[in-house]
């Protein structure tokens, strides 16, 4: 799991939902993919910085819960993709982490979500993306 980068805590609990911080393409603990999408990252990068915001969140899920059998449903992800001016596929960029999200947990995967376009980024990560997660 990625140390955060702030002053916060990677996940939160109120009730049944477990509110997660937005997660950054990191392995190891550094950036793997810098820059604009559209411009320096391609769309098929981005939607594998995409999938590695869902693994880095999955890791923190299971840090907080101990394993993910208590996952009820993924409830809602909110991406936000550093854009190019022109760049107008933030979806297509999300479904990187919407796909991986049903491989992993079938149609409990399947959520709501939000994909918007940003000027940056922190540390000029090409996207970020938050979760809510419903547990028993």
């Known amino acids: 799991m990625a140390a ?3 002053s916060y805590i990677p996940v939160q609990k109120a009730g049944h939902l477990l509110f997660l911080s937005g997660q950054l393409p990191t392995k ?3 950036l793997i993919y ?3 999408v559209g411009s320096e990252v391609s769309l098929e ?3 594998q910085a995409a999938k590695l915001c869902m693994i880095n969140s999955l890791a923190a899920l299971k840090a907080s819960l101990g394993d993910l059998e208590r996952v009820k449903k993924i409830v809602k992800l909110q991406s936000f993709v ?3 001016p022109d760049f107008t596929q933030q979806h297509v960029v999300t479904n990187g982490a919407s796909d991986f999200l049903q491989e992993v947990f079938g149609d409990k995967g399947r959520h709501a979500r939000t994909a918007v376009a940003v000027p940056e ?3 000029g990560s090409p996207i970020e993306i938050e979760m809510i997660v419903e547990i028993d």
């Open 82 to 84: 550093n854009s190019a």
């Open 4 to 6: 955060p980068k702030g």
């Open 121 to 123: 980024l922190p540390l």
């Open 45 to 47: 990068e981005a939607s």
């Open 34 to 36: 810098t820059g604009h």
């Open 28 to 30: 190891n603990n550094a």
